[in-house]
């Protein structure tokens, strides 16, 4: 990639629509905002056919579906896509779970319990993030890095508070 494309083919803001979303406990608000902060320090994110960027990315849910609502940094509208939740569903229920577990393990398990329940938790992180970036195709092109970390703002989403 050209250095001029890595420049455009990136996300520069990326925001949550607070009414889809309401306020979490710390431990969901502090994974939403290094969710955020490390998708902003790198990222690839580019729309196919379109010769813009870099972008600025809101989202929200949409009578339950996930919308990207793309936009240039300056808030101009690009496009926005819908993205179904559904096939997301027992992923999410799945992860939640070993999140839940995981926490409680962090503040009192063995490190061999704690590292267990990671490897599980960063396994189902990996599938959904490749179900996303399978969702995605031929609308937003992510590398599996940035859909690892949109899937945590999947999650966030769900996370009702």
Known sequence: MSN???TRNRLVAVTLDEASIGRGSRDQEHERAIAVY???????????????????????????????DVRTPDGEPIVAHHLSLTPFRKMIRDYEMVCDS??????????????????????????????LMQRLDGKIAIDFDTARRIFTLLFALHWKG
């Not at 490390?38 to 009578?63: C, K, M, Q, R, T």
């Not at 962090?106 to 960063?122: K, N, T, V």
């Open 4 to 6: 001029e494309a890595g």
């Open 38 to 68: 490390d998708i902003l320090e790198a990222n690839s994110f580019a729309l196919p056919g379109y010769d813009g960027g870099p972008y600025a990315l809101h989202l929200a849910l949409v009578d339950n579906r996930l919308c990207f």
């Open 102 to 131: 995981y926490y409680k393990a962090i503040r009192s398990a063995s490190p061999a319990q704690i590292e267990a329940i990671d490897m599980g938790r960063r396994g189902l992180h990996n599938e959904a993030a490749e179900l």
